[in-house]
């Protein structure tokens, strides 16, 4: 059974970079024909996909992000990363990582992290 997990910092400051890891269990899907991808839900907003790294290290961004985001991945670890530069409080929300068979992944399609909260303030 795959299973993914998000960590890292649950408070970030305002300008500040967020970093955010997905460790993925049970399958080795960094290294196959998946997308990885992050997805983040602001409170009282739906969600949103942000970006996704193919297996061949092809990267899609959201057009919205693509000047601050950086998707990476390490198949040695079995985890790939988000880094998202000079945060705002408007980029507090949970945020999920997922791996399926497309880079823009319904929700439930693929598998998916728990989702880890994420506030900017200072």
């Known amino acids: 059974q795959v299973q993914l997990q998000e960590s890292g910092p649950g408070l970030v400051k305002p300008s500040q970079t967020l970093s955010l890891t997905c460790t993925v269990s049970?399958?080795?899907?960094?290294?196959?024909?998946?997308?990885l991808s992050w997805i983040r839900q602001p409170p009282g907003k739906g969600r949103q996909w942000m970006g996704a790294?193919?297996?061949?290290?092809?990267?899609y961004y959201s057009p919205s992000l693509k000047s601050r985001i950086s998707i990476s991945r390490d198949t040695s670890k079995n985890q790939f990363t988000l880094q998202l530069t000079s945060v705002t409080p408007e980029d507090t929300a949970v945020y999920y990582c997922?791996?399926?068979?497309?880079?823009?992944?319904?929700w439930g399609q693929g598998y998916w992290g728990q989702g880890t909260q994420v506030t900017v303030s200072s």
């Open positions: 997922a791996g399926a068979r497309t880079n823009v992944p319904a």
């Open positions: 049970g399958g080795s899907i960094t290294a196959n024909s998946y997308y």
């Open positions: 790294i193919g297996y061949t290290d092809n990267t």
